[in-house]
């Protein structure tokens, strides 16, 4: 068993692949690599999508690495193989990015990434540190993680679903801000799970026990 952090220089890999090391020791999930190459993603049996920044230098710089984007296609759309994007990958997932100007994402789960809007003047934008999940739907990956269970965020965009059947959690921020979407073999989280403790360190491990 392989899990394959995709590395398309988005930023700094070093925690989250720690926290998969150590979590993919403890389940028995096999092998953690970094790794930009499309014939690496094509052998993985599970797939993890990064990213920091913002969603335009993220979404040019995935398409500009050979070969990357169609092997993670034929990974997960068609062979169905366990995603999960993390932060500005999850973002990716939407049809539509809107952050400097309008960017198409992946279009894996209907949707556009959106700027957070509080109203309330002493709600400043990033949205940065720990916030409390609201869990609204089950889902696997989940198992074991509560609403009130705190996680890391640092965004100023939210990924707002076309489906609500998409949504599997969110936080209040002046209202719900999404943290976790979800369709059939992909999930992808607002929230860095490498920074959120237990909280975040359970969702990698059903992840890597996760068989859709």
């Given at each position: 068993?392989?899990?394959?952090?995709?590395?398309?220089?988005?930023?700094?890999?070093?925690?989250?692949?720690?926290?998969?090391?150590?979590?993919?020791?403890?389940?028995?999930?096999?092998?953690?690599?970094?790794?930009?190459?499309?014939?690496?993603?094509?052998?993985?049996?599970?797939?993890?999508?990064?990213?920091?920044?913002?969603?335009?230098?993220?979404?040019?710089?995935?398409?500009?690495?050979?070969?990357?984007?169609?092997?993670?296609?034929?990974?997960?759309?068609?062979?169905?193989?366990?995603?999960?994007?993390?932060?500005v990958g999850m973002?990716?997932?939407?049809?539509?990015?809107?952050?400097?100007?309008?960017?198409?994402?992946?279009?894996?789960?209907?949707?556009?990434?959106?700027?957070?809007?509080?109203?309330?003047?002493?709600?400043?934008?990033?949205?940065?540190?720990?916030?409390?999940?609201?869990?609204?739907?089950?889902?696997?990956?989940?198992?074991?993680?509560?609403?009130?269970?705190?996680?890391?965020?640092?965004?100023?965009?939210?990924?707002?679903?076309?489906?609500?059947?998409?949504?599997?959690?969110?936080?209040d921020y002046d209202?719900?801000?999404?943290?976790?979407?979800?369709?059939?073999?992909?999930?992808?989280?607002?929230?860095?799970?490498?920074?959120?403790?237990?909280?975040?360190?359970?969702m990698i491990a059903?992840?890597?026990?996760?068989?859709?």
């Amino acid at each position: 068993m392989l899990t394959v952090l995709v590395d398309y220089e988005s930023g700094n890999l070093h925690s989250a692949e720690k926290a998969f090391q150590r979590m993919s020791l403890e389940t028995g999930a096999g092998d953690v690599l970094v790794s930009a190459r499309a014939e690496d993603v094509a052998r993985a049996t599970r797939i993890v999508l990064p990213g920091d920044g913002a969603f335009p230098a993220c979404r040019h710089a995935l398409g500009a690495v050979d070969g990357l984007t169609e092997a993670l296609e034929d990974a997960v759309l068609r062979r169905a193989v366990p995603f999960m994007g993390i932060c500005v990958g999850m973002q990716m997932l939407a049809s539509m990015g809107r952050e400097y100007e309008d960017v198409a994402g992946l279009d894996w789960i209907g949707g556009e990434v959106v700027r957070i809007a509080p109203t309330d003047p002493t709600l400043k934008v990033p949205h940065m540190g720990w916030n409390d999940l609201v869990i609204d739907r089950a889902h696997p990956v989940l198992e074991g993680v509560n609403s009130g269970d705190h996680a890391y965020f640092v965004h100023s965009y939210q990924f707002r679903v076309a489906d609500p059947a998409h949504l599997l959690a969110h936080v209040d921020y002046d209202g719900p801000v999404t943290a976790i979407v979800a369709r059939d073999n992909i999930v992808g989280t607002q929230f860095h799970p490498e920074k959120s403790q237990a909280t975040g360190l359970r969702m990698i491990a059903n992840f890597l026990r996760w068989t859709p």
